[in-house]
Every structure is written in structure tokens, then in C-alpha cells.
């Protein structure tokens, strides 16, 4: 397992989530205004200079539930809510669609190119915001720097790594189905056409060597793909042409995104045992999590400003796919129960007290009282 | 630090912490055939039939901030079983014909790189040739004489892509590159005497048929599960001659 592979999940599913919140802030008609402070009012919590050094420190990678709570945390860093069935529904598009990504990259290393897809495309977000523009920077240079120069090997790693995360999620999603880069059973399809990745030849030659080291045949065999090579290799800094498409806005035209549940999971045993069974993390991923989530500056809602988002079509839609999502495909976040266990809201107290808070924020009833306010609603 | 041998049931791991990428391998000795995993927690090792561990050894991670685990297992010399570490180093465990008195009898550090795989002459070595082959992330592949002190008979260097993995028979080691090439080297020189541009992805595993010398390589794109990868696109090399013309 790699230790270096949480910053470039939390990114590329955030990325998704703000192309998915986009799309849908636009669909629901929310006027402009509002539009525009939920986005940088996430973006800006994402990319919290505090987040990002618990980030960006050497770890493995945490449960999916502890990831998901941070998510829900994300989303609602604004005066916009969201429910259950939708926040479930903006999660799923989110994972299978940076799963897909990862997937398809050509080299292991270009994963960090659709990481800086995604970024580029925060950036344009906030475009009129310096202050928060800044901080994507920052984290931009971080990336470079702590990402650039590792080796293919350790970019492999990486990617075992995100693809043992996303694995047994096969959520069929209408956009992948249409473009048939998704089966109807929840598999993608692997292009055998295209460029080879930079650095890779296109596959067909034999070459003989004598003993001497001087080449001394050729040999030529036909492959079942149609490959051809790459015009040019992405750009790795700050600025640039990245080539590569994953991790651009699949969500500029507007479509209807649905997501199918019925077999979309063959592993049922499994999923359930994991659900059921007690978690001896717990404790390691709420401590995570406090640092984390300690991290976050986060609004309240003022007034009448705050307003719901639908990831359905009608409200309809959204109580019926409430009702009817499958058992082995709840997320049931943090099953943690802090308010029944005195001893376990005593050490969450404890470890928020240690945390070392920059400046107060008038107005805040206290990050102790948020976080435990945010357990006590799972 | 090597752990003292232990048979029994208890596993260093957690069910629900992800142990991967994970690795096994049976490692076939003339005694006896032991099931070897490795994870980032260390090496275990199985008697034939799973029922009984016969022997764990923790790797010491330290306060590395770089990924600790172990990967790429081969048996060697009809004794040894030797496995590869993310620091380059490859220890080499003395496995006595039954019972659980398996010992860590050298660790090899020739690599400065995360070992990615290793293998065993599968056919008959010529002379000088070596008996195991293990490989790391640069691309560098050693050729190594196995016995009570192991040998290192020869180094060829990396050229910037990882070498994903390795096999050897009679003499010829097949090596699966990060960038979708093989080549064939000759153990006992270090000389290439072939490079195919075969896959249009990195090498995942590459698989010798032992009697035949014929060599196949196969890009996994999915998610391995413990054991064997789900392959979609399994590449078919077309036959390249077993035997080098001299």
C-alpha cells in the first residue's frame, strides 16, 4: 500500500463532487449569487491550509466510511443541504467516476495529470476569488512538489492502492452507459485503440540481438488493437496543456445523470459482513477525522439564504430512490454512537482539546460542540 | 526485525485493514510445498494444505515515511524461500525439510529500489548462470547463486523503467517492463538478445511454461484480488524463438 495515496483521492472525488454540485446548482436554476458562494464556500474549506498538512502527511488510506463522512462534512461546508438520498447519489457519481479515471489513466503517473485536470478546473470555479485562489495554488505547488518526483514504481502503488479502494463498486451510471465506456454490468470497457501512453511503443516489433549486443533481426507481429503514438506528453506544472482528458468536466452539457442500483453488487456476503461487523477502527478513524474535520471552517446557514439541492429530477424521484436504495449499498457513515458511550465522547473531547486552534471564530459555538453535533445526526 | 517462528492461527492483520496489494505464492521445495503470502506487514507462511502457519516475520517499518511492505516471492536452490522488501533488500529464509524451525539465514542488499518480483531458474542453468533473478523499480535486474551464502553473479541496470517482472529458464531471463516491453536477457553475460514491444500497458505479470520455454505476458487492468488478478485483455505473444541463436 502506498502512504502517499490520500491526497490524490480526497482531490480528484472533491473535484467530481464540485462538477457534479455545478451541474446541479445550474439544473436547479439557484440564482447566481447563491451559486457562486456555495462553490467557493466549498472550495475554500477543501483546500484549508490546516486540511491539507493532515492531508498531505504519509498515511493509509482510511475506511470508506470515514471518507464519506468528510464528504458530507464538504458538501454542507455552505448554506445549501442536501438529503440523505442525494448526498448518497453525489457520492456514488463522484467514486465511479474518478475510479473510471483511474482506470483508464495510459502510465500509472497520469494519474496526477487528471489530478491537475481537476484542479485546473477548481481554479476556473473561483476565478474571481484571489483569496481562495491562492490557496489552490498552494496546494497545486504541494502536489508538484511532493508528486513529481516519485518513480513509476511508486506511481504503480499508488494506483493498486486507489483501484483496491474502489473495489467490488460497479454503480452503472447513465453517462458511462450512453457513451458505452460502461457495461450493463457495471464494468468498464477497456480501449484497445489510441495513443500508447508516453513512453510506450506501439506494440508490434521484435528485435534480435546477437551475443555481441548488435541487433541482428527484426520481427513484426500484429496486435488485435489499433494503437498509434502520442502527439506530446502532458504538462506536469502549474500551467500547462495536460493532454490527457480524465478528470475534465464531463458534466458541461447538460445531462440528466441517473445511477442504477438493482445488480449493480454481486458481492452481497461480503458487503454485508463489512457493514455489520464492529469496527476496531473506530477509534483510529475518529481520530482522523477530529484532526481533520478540526480543520474546517465551518458556516452556518444566516438566515433564509440557505436552500436545499436535489441530485433528482423531482422530489419525488428523491424520497422513491431513498426508499428503494438496496441494504448492501448504504453507506451507513460512522456508525460511531459517541453519544451513547460517555467514555468515548470524554477521549473525542480530550483530542479536541489538544488541537491547536489558530484564531477563534466569533460566532462558533466551539469545533468540539460541531463535531459532536455532526455525530450525534449519523 | 526477524520474529520468532510461530505456528498457529494468529495473523498479524485485521480482516477489514487492507492488507494490498497482497501477494501468494506456493514455493515448491523437494520436502515439502509451503503457500508464501506477503502484504505490508511481512511475510507468512502456510503448510500446503493452509491449516497451519508455520512461520511470520514482521517487517520493522520504522518511522519511514515511505511505504513498508514485502512483494515478490521465490524458492530457491531446493532450501531457501526469498522474499523481497520495499527497502531493495531480499531476505532469504532457510526452510528446514518439516516443522517449523524456518530461519532468516542472510538478507541480500544489492537493490536501492522496492523489490517488484523475483524468480527461479525453472529449466536447466548453463554454467554461471545463476539460479534466481530478482528485480526492483528502477529496472535493475541481479542474477544470484543461491546457497548457504548467496552470490551475486551479476547486475544488469535499469533504464528508468521498472522492471514489473521476471522469469528464468535455462539461462534466460524474461523481464516485464512498466512500459509494455519484454526483453531476454542472458543471465550468465548481462547481454540483451531480444526487446518486443508487446503490450500498450505496463506489464503486470509475466508467466514461463517451463517444458516449452514459451513465454506469456499479460497486462491486468483490474483490481487484483488476493491471489490472482481478474484479467480483462490478456496480450498473446506470438512465439519467439526459446532457443537465442548463438
Known amino acids: ?378 | 526485525a526477524p520474529a520468532a517462528p510461530a505456528a498457529g492461527p494468529a495473523a498479524p492483520g485485521h480482516p477489514q485493514e487492507p492488507l494490498g496489494p497482497p501477494q501468494a505464492a506456493w514455493c515448491e521445495l523437494p520436502s515439502r510445498v509451503l503457500l508464501v503470502l506477503t502484504s505490508q506487514r511481512g511475510v507468512q507462511m502456510y503448510d500446503a494444505d493452509g491449516s497451519t502457519m508455520v512461520f511470520w516475520h514482521a517487517l520493522d517499518g520504522g518511522n519511514s515515511t515511505h511505504s513498508v511492505f514485502a512483494r515478490g516471492i521465490a524458492a530457491a536452490g531446493g532450501r531457501f524461500v526469498c522474499v523481497g522488501t520495499s527497502f531493495g533488500a531480499v531476505l532469504v529464509f532457510d526452510i528446514p525439510p518439516k516443522g517449523t524451525n524456518v530461519t532468516l539465514s542472510e538478507v541480500l542488499e544489492q537493490h536501492r529500489d522496492p523489490i517488484t518480483d523475483m524468480a527461479a531458474e525453472q529449466g536447466q542453468a548453463p554454467d554461471g548462470a545463476g539460479d534466481l533473478v530478482t528485480a526492483d523499480d528502477s529496472g535493475t535486474l541481479c542474477l544470484w547463486s543461491s546457497g548457504e551464502e548467496f552470490t551475486l553473479l551479476g547486475k544488469i541496470p535499469g533504464s528508468g523503467c521498472t522492471c514489473s517482472s521476471v522469469a528464468l529458464w535455462n539461462g534466460i531471463v524474461a523481464a516485464g517492463y512498466g512500459n509494455g516491453q519484454i526483453r531476454l536477457w542472458e543471465a550468465g553475460s548481462g547481454r540483451i538478445r531480444a526487446q518486443l514491444s508487446a503490450h500498450a500497458r505496463w506489464i503486470y505479470a509475466i508467466d514461463l511454461a517451463p517444458l516449452t520455454g514459451k513465454v506469456r505476458g499479460e497486462r491486468a487492468q483490474l483490481g487484483a484480488q488476493l491471489g490472482a488478478p481478474k484479467a480483462s485483455h490478456a496480450g498473446i505473444l506470438p512465439d519467439i524463438p526459446a532457443c537465442i541463436p548463438h
Not at chain 1, 445531462?255 to 442504477?260: D, K, L, N, Y
Request: with cysteine.
Open chain 1, 1 to 378: 500500500m502506498s502512504a502517499r495515496t490520500l491526497p490524490l483521492l480526497f482531490l480528484n472525488l472533491g473535484g467530481e463532487m464540485l462538477y457534479i454540485l455545478d451541474q446541479r446548482l445550474r439544473a436547479q436554476s439557484i440564482p447566481g449569487e447563491k451559486a457562486r458562494k456555495v462553490m467557493n464556500d466549498i472550495i475554500s474549506t477543501m483546500f484549508n491550509r490546516k486540511f491539507m498538512e493532515e492531508l498531505f502527511k504519509p498515511q493509509d488510506l482510511y475506511s470508506k466510511k470515514a471518507l464519506r463522512t468528510v464528504y458530507d462534512r464538504l458538501a454542507h461546508a455552505s448554506i445549501m443541504r442536501l438529503n440523505q438520498a442525494s448526498m448518497d447519489k453525489l457520492y456514488d457519481l463522484m467514486t465511479m467516476a474518478f475510479k473510471y479515471q483511474v482506470l483508464l489513466c495510459p502510465r500509472p503517473r497520469d494519474v496526477l495529470l487528471v489530478t491537475f485536470n481537476h484542479l485546473d478546473a477548481i481554479k476556473d470555479f473561483i476565478s474571481d476569488s484571489p483569496g481562495i485562489l491562492n490557496q489552490v495554488d498552494e496546494t497545486f505547488r504541494r502536489l508538484i512538489e511532493t508528486y513529481n518526483p516519485l518513480s513509476d514504481g511508486e506511481f504503480q502503488l499508488i494506483r493498486q492502492t486507489l483501484l483496491i479502494f474502489f473495489q467490488d463498486m460497479h454503480i452503472r451510471v447513465s453517462i458511462f452507459l450512453k457513451d458505452k465506456v460502461q457495461n450493463s454490468n457495471g464494468r468498464f470497457v477497456l480501449p484497445i485503440s489510441g495513443p500508447v501512453p508516453w513512453g510506450t511503443e506501439v506494440p508490434g516489433l521484435i528485435r534480435i540481438f546477437n551475443h555481441k549486443g548488435v541487433e541482428v533481426k527484426r520481427a513484426e507481429f500484429s496486435t488485435a488493437g489499433n494503437y498509434v503514438t502520442p502527439q506530446r506528453e502532458g504538462s506536469f506544472e502549474l500551467y500547462g496543456d495536460r493532454v490527457l482528458k480524465l478528470g475534465t468536466n464531463m458534466y458541461s452539457v447538460t445531462r440528466p445523470v441517473e445511477t442504477h442500483m438493482s445488480g449493480s453488487s454481486k458481492n452481497l456476503a461480503s458487503q454485508a459482513k463489512e457493514n455489520i461487523a464492529p469496527n476496531p477502527l473506530a477509534k483510529e478513524e475518529l481520530n482522523f477525522l477530529a484532526r481533520l474535520l478540526g480543520g474546517l471552517d465551518i458556516q452556518k446557514p444566516a438566515g433564509d439564504s440557505g436552500f436545499r439541492l436535489n441530485l433528482f429530477t423531482t422530489d419525488e424521484e428523491e424520497e422513491h430512490a431513498a426508499q428503494t436504495r438496496p441494504e448492501e449499498l448504504s453507506y451507513k457513515v460512522i456508525n460511531i454512537e459517541a453519544t451513547q458511550e460517555p467514555a468515548r465522547r470524554a477521549e473525542l473531547s480530550r483530542i479536541l482539546g489538544e488541537l491547536d486552534v489558530a484564531e477563534p471564530r466569533p460566532g462558533s459555538a466551539g469545533k468540539g460542540e460541531d463535531l459532536l453535533a455532526l455525530m450525534d445526526g449519523l
